[in-house]
Structures are given as structure tokens and as C-alpha cells.
């Protein structure tokens, strides 16, 4: 099949339904953007809702007792694939000379093979696990170096669920309103992202 075919009938599909709908839904302004400039007027936007689920006050585990960098996605999206093998190949490389003993969890359902082949004694794929929530309390850090992909990102949301503190790339704080050292340690390089994740990951406060 054609791709650029089958994406442009797509397109066509999702802008007449839109046209022809009392309101139209998107997630986040940068999608709200994107249909106004294509001639679609009545967008509100309902971004995705999260909860807490740990107490800020009394029920983080200690700085001391976390350890290990954090990513989940499902690997039957490709942005997913992409971001956990250029984390491996060519970030955590930079982060390994520096901290030699940092441990990876690569969370998700369906990991490919190209996936499973990033396993050594520094990298776990468990696959699909039911409740993570042990694996959020647990690990210091929360990693997401997507380079591309549209919308708002769960994996960001359920960090922030979870008080898990995040380095991520600007495609992966899409629609979130975060900004740089406030909310979260963005970058867009393999080093800068590798001096984040060793900045973050030692520093307590």
C-alpha cells in the first residue's frame, strides 16, 4: 500500500467529519493549532486526565533507596522503538562513563525484537506487566527520549502520577505546558540529554 496515500485519505476523512461536526475535540493546543490552520473552527480542547496516586508529603521512598532510569510504551508504536534504542545505543553510553552502574527498565507490552536485543546485565525488558506502579516507586528516574510522534503523552502523565521526575525531549512534553528546570529536564541532543539524566539523577532536591 501507499503510505503517504493512505494517510492523505485519512486526512481528507478526519477534515470533512470535522467540518461537518458541532465541536471538535483535540488534546492539546499544538493540535488545536494544526486543525485551525487546516479550516477546522470549532475546536475545544479536553487534554487527557491524570490522578495521583502517591502522597508528596508522606509517601515517596526515600532519595537514597530509588534507583535506576524508568521508560514505559507499547512497542507496537514505533516512536516507542525509536526512543528506547537510541536511549541505549547512543545516550546511556555518555551516561555509563560517568555513572558505570546505572541500571535501565524498558516497561511495556510487545517489545519487538530489535527491542529485546537492547537486554544485558544494564538493561531489563520485563514486557507486559499488569501493575507498575512497583517500578515507578522504585526507580529515581523517569526517561523519555521520543523524537517523534504528536499529542500528549501518557507516559509523561503517569510520571507525574506517580511524583516521578522526568527528562524527556520537547516531542515528549508535547501539549503538557512544561517547561525546561521547572517541570522537567528537557533536551534535544544525545549529550545534553545524557548531562540531564546525570544531573537529575544525583541531585536530591
Do not use: C
Not at 37 to 56: D, Q, R
Amino acid at each position: 500500500p501507499n503510505k503517504k496515500n493512505d494517510w492523505e485519505s485519512i486526512k481528507q476523512m478526519e477534515l470533512q467529519s470535522a467540518s461537518k461536526a458541532d465541536l471538535t475535540l483535540a488534546i492539546t493546543p499544538t493540535d488545536e493549532t494544526v486543525l485551525k490552520n487546516l479550516g477546522v473552527e470549532n475546536v475545544s480542547i479536553i487534554p487527557n486526565i491524570h490522578y495521583l496516586k502517591y502522597a508528596p508529603e508522606n509517601d515517596v521512598s526515600e532519595f537514597e533507596k530509588r534507583t535506576g532510569l524508568l521508560f514505559i510504551g507499547g512497542y507496537s508504536h514505533t516512536p516507542n522503538i525509536d526512543a528506547v534504542i537510541w536511549l541505549i545505543k547512543d545516550i546511556m553510553p555518555h551516561v555509563w562513563k560517568v555513572i558505570p552502574t546505572m541500571h535501565v527498565t524498558l516497561l511495556g507490552s510487545n517489545p519487538t525484537k530489535d527491542v529485546l536485543n537492547l537486554k544485558s546485565d544494564k538493561v531489563d525488558v520485563p514486557g507486559f506487566i499488569a501493575d507498575v506502579s512497583s517500578y515507578f516507586h522504585t526507580h529515581k528516574v523517569f526517561v523519555a527520549p521520543l523524537r517523534y510522534g504528536s499529542g500528549m503523552k501518557g507516559k509523561i502523565g503517569q510520571s507525574i502520577e506517580y511524583g516521578l521526575p522526568i527528562v524527556s525531549t520537547e516531542i515528549g512534553v508535547e501539549g503538557m505546558n512544561m517547561h525546561h528546570e521547572q517541570h522537567a529536564l528537557i533536551a534535544a541532543s544525545e549529550i545534553e540529554i545524557a548531562e540531564n539524566i546525570i544531573k537529575l539523577y544525583g541531585d536530591q532536591n
